[in-house]
């Protein structure tokens, strides 16, 4: 009888205050409304890639939706097609045809590894020597067209991996700042990179090694550290970059607080860093009066080569200033902000940009003014980079037309970097199939054409 009692004056109650009802029903409907809220970020998360499994930018039906994205690698590839010539042309004389007569010629196990590590002017060069020795293992002859493209096709990795990061940082739009980066990645002013074979697989390939180490330390599962180790051990021995990109790598993981992967990094990081140096032997100096760093020289030729990819050589110092002023001011400022897990990757990405500028700067600034096409991916990197975080910033106050403008500003000079490129990918084919030998020392280059013919690797007369 009692708990009747209450049950009829809880009935009563219920029914003589009807905005309690209608309490528990907005409350009900709240609970339900926030199971949804949280399925939805949880749809968002997985689509922007949550670094939990190893997931790539397209998936199914995202691949065909946003192809298009691709059209600058494809305007790229048709220049490569067109001009890529299969003759040596500067350091393919020494790093791939001297290493691969040396390479065939040598006996053990240990003759062929030390090959591999052997020091190429200032540089090791690991990774171009693998492509170079899996290839030739392959077709047993050096193809230098198909040397080419293998070095060009490591910027498809780059492009790749760098929209993985993309998408995790802004995953809404994330299709169109992945066209302005691929506006960047596939510019054809580096025409000494892709144009050439030693090049494009050094230079590119360092890039991509970098990238592909922290590709891997940002996933969570453990067993991707193995690989994580490997790409970290090549990014140290394949330039002379490498060691600063494996540092920022070691830092990167600091920030998982994860201590395997600390572990992992520091340890490739501190064992095999000292052993680059192991029997390395200094370039010798440039004929002429003895040439010696300094500031003056080397502040100016790192703002040369950052403002390049607006204009290159004439304005791109004042470009450069511009550049590095836009930088600190779209820079998310903040802790939360600026060491985002999401954006921590791209920003590693702009240290190993900007610290291989600043080492070009200090070395090549006492030798020679800035010209070197080969160098211009590290500031069409740096471009892209500028461009995400203004992006970022511009929507988040909401300034439309100042994006436009933005992005038009990048087409723009992605169209004058194309006529340059193209220019300079039809002039390197050119002198590579008219010159005798496009090197420096005719008489050396004769020798080594003669060693590698005679060795059966390639037969520059038979080319040409």
Not at 239 to 257: D, E, H, Q, R, Y
Not at 329 to 347: I, Q, T, V
Request: glycine share 6%; charged share 15%; proline share 4%.
């Amino acid at each position: 009888m009692p708990s009747t009692q209450k049950k009829t004056q809880k009935d009563k109650q219920g029914k003589s205050n009807p905005s309690n009802n209608k309490d528990r029903a907005v409350v009900e409907k709240d609970k339900t409304t926030i199971k949804k809220d949280k399925t939805v970020i949880t749809k968002q998360e997985a689509a922007a890639g949550s670094g939990k499994s190893l997931s790539l930018p397209f998936r199914g039906a995202h691949y065909l939706l946003n192809a298009w994205v691709f059209i600058p690698a494809l305007f790229y590839f048709m220049l490569v097609g067109q001009y890529a010539a299969n003759a040596p042309i500067k350091d393919d004389y020494d790093a791939i045809l001297v290493f691969l007569t040396d390479f065939s010629h040598a006996h053990s196990f240990f003759e062929k590894a030390a090959l591999l590590f052997r020091q190429h002017n200032e540089h090791r060069i690991l990774s171009t020597r693998l492509l170079t020795v899996f290839y030739y293992t392959l077709t047993g002859k050096a193809n230098f067209r198909n040397l080419i493209f293998i070095g060009d096709l490591q910027l498809i990795v780059i492009f790749l991996v760098s929209v993985h990061f993309i998408r995790r940082w802004i995953p809404k739009y994330w299709n169109f700042i992945a066209f302005v980066w691929g506006l960047c990645i596939f510019d054809p002013s580096s025409y000494e990179n892709g144009a050439v074979s030693m090049t494009s697989l050094q230079n590119f390939g360092i890039v991509m090694l970098f990238l592909l180490t922290l590709y891997f330390y940002s996933l969570e599962q453990r067993k991707w550290l193995i690989p994580a180790a490997i790409f970290q051990f090549l990014c140290i021995f394949s330039s002379g970059n490498g060691i600063p990109g494996a540092l920022l790598v070691a830092i990167f993981t600091l920030f998982s607080k994860d201590k395997w992967k600390i572990a992992t990094s520091f340890t490739v990081l501190l064992i095999f860093s000292p052993l680059y140096f192991y029997h390395y032997v200094s370039p010798a100096p440039v004929a002429g009066p003895k040439q010696v760093i300094a500031l003056s020289t080397a502040v100016p030729y790192f703002f040369q080569m950052t403002g390049a990819h607006f204009h290159f050589p004439e304005y791109s110092l004042f470009y450069g200033i511009g550049v590095v002023v836009l930088l600190f001011l779209c820079l998310p400022y903040g802790n939360k902000a600026l060491f985002s897990k999401h954006l921590l990757p791209l920003l590693c990405l702009l240290g190993f940009v900007v610290v291989t500028e600043g080492l070009v700067a200090l070395i090549r600034s006492s030798t020679q003014i800035f010209y070197a096409s080969r160098y211009l991916i590290y500031p069409h990197l740096l471009a892209a980079i500028v461009f995400l975080l203004a992006f970022r910033k511009l929507m988040e106050k909401n300034i439309l037309w100042t994006v436009i403008i933005l992005f038009c500003g990048m087409v723009y000079a992605y169209s004058n970097n194309y006529r340059y490129g193209q220019a300079g990918f039809e002039r390197e084919s050119l002198r590579a199939e008219t010159l005798d030998y496009y090197y420096p020392d005719k008489h050396r280059a004769k020798v080594i054409a003669a060693n590698a013919c005679e060795a059966g690797i390639y037969c520059l007369q038979d080319e040409k």
